[in-house]
């Protein structure tokens, strides 16, 4: 059934490069997914072939056309964008990330069609020639839908735009599918990795780039094993990979050079075998749901997905300070501002003492703040702002 407080069930373009395993990807996903079961009729646009994750929308019958552009500006996709925008007498269309804002923009200069750009996180600088684009091209916005509330006062000094046209939708995440992989999951991860069930496990997830700072996480992993050589530590994602992902050919090889460091550090620390990088894995709600903590020590994010996931596992967290952290992680022991590694590893032992008690709590949080339910709410509530205007 529709939303109750729609007039019509809603026809709104999603718009990416690629359906591939980033944070982005993730909401995008899970948004399109809980919009079809409400009765809306969500549309999927992606600017290349790359999407291992499109069988996740399968069983919603939801619209994937998968384009594939030749080159970072292709005309011909951008045409058939618009054609496709005309034709299905699409709503609103609403772009995930760089590449797919600016083509989204351009898709629909002349249509009277409202166009919504994504910010997923903040204090980050554009290349020259993504400046340009952006700068010749952001009049066609109607409007910027962030996923904190730092990623909001960003996009306004970005676009220059009026705070009603700057929207803030956290992040939410589906707790009856999470619950279900997490039940069903019969692999020991500990004893997989590190040979037994009896060591405690921390978890960080984030793919290899500056942002996210692994060589401070490294350095935590460092000085946790230090103090308590009971603990082991495991790192999910992979550097980035230009067949997966459009990134910038100099973004690829950066994140590539990066793990190469990152792997002879960790080969020269005296406890490097009680670390293990696994790359990218589908299974990472899994492994973090094992863990005994996740920390995070990425230098800036919109809302963290990977947060996110461990509240709703009744994992503990702790993190660096960014974006919207103290209003997700609301004790502020559980928050290392000075990104002090020692800090950090204490910080990391003491929730584990207490951890049954503070994973039940965070996963109250998710249920009252961030559930998919709740986050599509509030995207249909933006929605609804410029459709009825």
Request: proline share 3%; aromatic share 8%; glycine share 6%.
């Amino acid at each position: 059934m529709v939303d109750s407080k729609m007039n019509k069930p809603l026809r709104p373009l999603f718009v990416n490069s690629g359906l591939g395993y980033g944070g982005a990807e993730t909401q995008l996903v899970q948004s399109v997914r809980e919009l079809a079961r409400r009765g809306h009729d969500p549309h999927v646009y992606l600017l290349t072939r790359l999407a291992p994750r499109s069988r996740e929308l399968a069983e919603f019958d939801v619209p994937i056309i998968l384009d594939e552009k030749k080159r970072k500006i292709d005309f011909g996709t951008i045409q058939r964008l618009r054609k496709y925008i005309r034709h299905h007498k699409i709503d609103l269309v609403h772009s995930f990330l760089f590449d797919a804002n600016i083509y989204a923009r351009l898709a629909c200069i002349g249509l009277r069609v409202p166009v919504l750009n994504a910010e997923r996180s903040s204090d980050y600088c554009f290349t020259t020639s993504q400046r340009f684009a952006h700068s010749v091209t952001c009049w066609r916005v109607d409007g910027v839908v962030a996923n904190s509330h730092a990623g909001r006062a960003f996009a306004q000094d970005l676009y220059r735009l009026p705070r009603d046209r700057t929207h803030v939708t956290w992040n939410g995440i589906d707790l009856t599918e999470l619950d279900r992989r997490c039940r069903e999951s019969r692999r020991s991860y500990k004893f997989e990795l590190f040979g037994s069930s009896d060591v405690k496990m921390a978890v960080f997830v984030g793919s290899v780039n500056e942002s996210k700072d692994h060589e401070l996480a490294l350095a935590v992993s460092e000085a946790l094993i230090r103090e308590d050589a009971s603990w082991r530590v495991v790192f999910v994602g992979a550097s980035f990979d230009a067949s997966l992902f459009d990134y910038e050919v100099s973004a690829v090889a950066e994140s590539a050079q990066l793990a190469v460091r990152l792997e002879s550090r960790r080969k020269s620390m005296r406890d490097g075998a009680k670390i293990v990088f696994l790359g990218r894995r589908e299974d990472a709600i899994e492994i973090i749901s094992q863990a005994n903590v996740l920390f995070s020590t990425s230098l800036r994010e919109g809302f963290p997905n990977v947060v996110l996931e461990a509240m709703a596992a009744g994992v503990p967290v702790v993190s660096t300070e960014y974006s919207d952290i103290r209003l997700i992680l609301e004790n502020p022991d559980w928050i290392i501002g000075s990104r002090d590694p020692a800090e950090m590893a204490v910080a990391i032992r003491k929730v584990n003492e207490d951890r049954t008690v503070i994973g039940a709590a965070l996963r109250r949080w998710v249920e009252i703040n961030a559930t998919i339910q709740k986050s599509v709410d509030a995207l249909l509530g933006v929605y609804r702002y410029y459709t009825s205007a």
